[in-house]
């Protein structure tokens, strides 16, 4: 094997063609269409106005996904997502006497907690384990216990599972308390109906690699700008600080520290197939029908669902490890991604499980295809007994 000779055949190129790779069916990185690839082919100069002017727009077209109004600003910062949120988390939170509480029910709302750790900001969790959502109550009860609490942090779709969280419940309620509601949105924001005002969200907070369907180079923060302004001299980290990042953008549109100009290129043209594909709505219409596919096929062969029907996002799909003594993960994870389908290794749950993703440039042709490389690889495997392991 060498760069030139690729190991992996896709059985057919995908909706836009995926050439000689496998489908990437995971959360991101993921599958992007031939033109967003294409987008990338050039080299910009990263203090040209013609590129400071697509970051502008990048910026702003961002802001209508969202559906914000005229008090919110979006600040770009380089690194993936996790970057944005300990970004958000150390200008936004707040370090004495007041707290963060986050709600969450898998790693990234643990990431969340462990990044407030780290960096020395107080905070309390309410743990729902992998499965559960978070309910109004929960939350309620937490904000009437500790009157210190001023900042509220969750995942609206919780990548571990898959889990859709209530924001819309969970932001009216926090805003009755008049709180700070931050919303991990990364893996739902251009595909998950998301409405900054009637949501009553103030800040999110999101990646150029998923729904919206870009490479991986940077992330986002969508905040109100008065939350911005108090901000300033806040953060632990000069890389990492909101506010000085945003006042570069706005002061000439540049970056303080080298920008991922290819990522920005390739975003820009990902943000015009959004738009051209039918927006939030024609994405999440497209991801449900692939998540509808791909869990119908999969329950038909026997694998069982780690969410209980109704809980689970568009997004990504989690299955519970069969019992049967010939299903090993690592043999079934290559031998599909030799078919060309490169799935999401699991063990994040509490429970044995493996993901599978349904977001990015692929259609129920592609899930199908992956289907009948699923049966193949359980044939070949000799996996009859599809009862979920216990643990
Ligand atoms: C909900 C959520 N939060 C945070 C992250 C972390 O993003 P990254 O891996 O880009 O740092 C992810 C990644 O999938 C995610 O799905």
């Known amino acids: 094997m060498n760069a030139k000779t690729p190991p992996h055949k896709p059985p057919f190129p995908g909706p836009e063609g995926q050439e000689d790779m496998p489908y990437l069916l995971t959360p991101g990185p993921l599958t992007t269409s031939r033109t967003v690839k294409l987008a990338m082919l050039a080299d910009w100069g990263s203090r040209d106005v013609e590129f400071r002017k697509i970051v502008g727009d990048i910026r702003k077209r961002i802001l209508q996904v969202a559906n914000c109004d005229g008090r919110y600003e979006c600040v770009i910062m380089q690194g993936s997502g996790t970057f944005a949120i300990e970004a958000a988390l150390g200008s936004l ?11 969450a029910n ?4 643990d990431r969340a907690a462990q990044i407030l750790e780290r960096i020395g900001r107080p905070y309390l969790k309410i743990d729902k384990g ?33 889990i859709v969280n209530p924001i819309e419940e969970i932001g009216q309620a926090v805003k009755l308390h008049d709180k700070v509601f ?8 251009g595909a998950l109906p998301l409405h900054m005002v009637g949501q009553n969200i103030d800040v999110m907070v999101s990646s150029s690699n998923k729904c919206l369907e870009g490479v991986p180079g940077f992330s986002y923060v969508v905040v109100k700008r008065d939350l911005l302004e108090a901000s300033a001299g806040v953060c632990h980290s000069i890389v990492l600080d909101l506010f000085e990042q945003w006042r570069g953008l706005e002061t000439n549109g540049q970056f303080r520290f080298t920008p991922p100009t290819h990522a920005l290129i390739a975003f820009d043209q990902a943000l015009k197939e959004h738009e051209q594909q039918g927006g939030v709505e024609g994405r999440g219409a497209r991801y449900a029908s692939n998540a509808k596919a791909l869990v119908a096929g999969m329950t038909e062969m026997g694998f069982s669902t780690l ?5 689970a996002g568009p997004i990504i799909q989690t299955f519970l490890t069969p019992r049967d003594p010939n299903f090993h993960f690592e043999q079934f994870y290559e031998a599909l991604r030799l078919r060309g389908f490169t799935i999401y290794p699991g063990k994040l749950t509490k429970r044995p499980s493996f993901r599978i993703g349904t977001i990015g440039q692929i259609d129920e042709r592609v899930i199908a295809a992956a289907l009948s490389a699923i049966r193949d690889v359980v044939g070949e495997m000799g996996v009859k007994d599809f009862a979920p392991l216990q643990s």
Request: aromatic share 4%; charged share 25%.
């Open 93 to 103: 939170c707040p370090d004495k006497r007041r707290k963060t509480l986050v709600v």
């Open 106 to 109: 898998g790693a990234y709302g």
């Open 130 to 162: 992998d499965s559960t959502v978070p309910t109004v109550e929960e939350v309620v009860t937490m904000l009437d216990a500790d009157k210190s609490i001023s900042h509220v942090w969750m995942a609206h779709c919780e990548t571990t599972s898959g």
């Open 182 to 189: 931050m919303v991990d949105a990364m893996s739902s924001f």
């Open 307 to 311: 969410l209980q029907e109704g809980l």
